[in-house]
């Protein structure tokens, strides 16, 4: 898969672009705060319905103007085809011509890997950003993932409510939700247990025949104490943190609590890697995330690297580089870098424009 054009109108600080992208290697280079990042998150608009940015959706709308629109054309199996995203009071989204009114209907159809500095996060922060790794990552390979995931969420919101509802009579109708948070639950803990069973099968075969290369292991940590595969075992461990949970006035348990430990030789990288191993680390499970997207699609996904070159030692660099010459790479830096083809498509953004150089 590949983005052949974006077109963007009044999203953030362009007025009228349009950027036609080599289908291997594209640079887009200019100083900070001149849009280059921008370009990265329009596409990825086409990937997930929403920026990986900021919440406020209206953000994305040019200075003073009552609209944004982002359009692009996408080549798959030797078809073309065109979608837009319309952002203006309201959301419209038009996939391959035909308005859609869920952004489940977009998951899974335009298959991207996003690498930024901030996927550091990813090691250092809390639970949450693995979370969304792990959640971004199986959506586009089983869209039915995050049909479940929002399910999910919708259930526990109900079920969060009652527990600060002060109704002492919530057993029959508590145990409703439960029955309902269980039969979801334990599906997104199965799907997330394999896919990390295969981000472990897969991310140890990139660079393998590299001497110095570091030996990296996830462990699934679910927070479901026992068999969090089993439904009754599931709902049994609602209904014994019941009260707990309606003092807390929140559900303590289930997938939105869920973790996993990422070891590298054997060693938590979170409390004992270096800055370097962490970084090595999240580039191989970037790589890992294309290779199986690859695998179940058949198709080598988008390739979107914001800046992220400059955070990498020269021997990480070249190593990067080397992997990912057979996809379609749309990377952002401050210089123009020296490590690719001569056939690479260059661009330079200043002030909100777009200049190809030739």
């Not at 919101?157 to 939700?177: F, P, V, Y």
Request: net charge neutral; aromatic share 10%.
């Amino acid at each position: 898969m590949i983005i052949k054009n974006l077109y963007l109108t009044n999203f953030r600080n362009y007025e009228n672009e349009k950027i036609e992208f080599s289908p291997k290697t594209n640079i887009i280079y200019g100083k900070n705060g001149q849009g280059k990042t921008n370009i990265i998150e329009a596409i990825y608009y086409f990937q997930s319905g929403k920026s990986f940015r900021s919440l406020r959706e209206n953000e994305i709308i040019n200075f003073g103007k009552p609209y944004s629109k982002i359009e692009a054309e996408f080549e798959s199996g030797g078809q073309t085809d065109s979608s837009y995203i319309f952002v203006s009071d309201k959301k419209s989204i038009k996939l391959k011509g035909v308005q859609i009114e869920k952004l489940s209907e977009l998951i899974g159809v335009y298959s991207m890997v996003i690498f930024t500095p901030d996927f550091l996060s990813l090691i250092k922060d809390g639970p949450g950003e693995r979370r969304k790794f792990l959640d971004s990552f199986i959506s586009q390979i089983k869209p039915s993932y995050f049909k479940n995931l929002i399910s999910y969420y919708r259930v526990l919101k109900q079920r969060n409510n009652l527990l600060k509802s002060g109704n002492k009579n919530i057993a029959e109708t508590m145990d409703i939700w439960e029955e309902k948070l269980a039969s979801i639950g334990v599906e997104i803990c199965k799907m997330r247990e394999k896919a990390i069973e295969k981000i472990n099968e897969t991310v140890n075969n990139i660079g393998k025949d590299d001497e110095k290369t570091e030996f990296i292991k996830l462990k699934y940590s679910p927070s479901i104490k026992g068999d969090y595969k089993d439904k009754e075992n599931f709902k049994n461990e609602l209904f014994s943190s019941r009260q707990r949970d309606i003092e807390k006035g929140m559900t303590q348990q289930g997938p939105h609590r869920d973790d996993f430990e990422i070891f590298m030789n054997d060693i938590n990288i979170k409390k004992f890697g270096s800055q370097g191993q962490m970084r090595s680390c999240v580039l191989k499970l970037k790589l890992s995330e294309c290779d199986i997207i690859k695998e179940k699609t058949g198709e080598e996904p988008i390739l979107l690297l914001d800046d992220i070159l400059s955070e990498l030692d020269v021997e990480r660099r070249k190593f990067f580089i080397e992997k990912i010459k057979d996809k379609q790479v749309i990377i952002t830096c401050t210089d123009k870098e020296d490590y690719f083809d001569d056939d690479c498509f260059v661009f330079k953004v200043e002030n909100g424009k777009v200049i190809k150089e030739e």
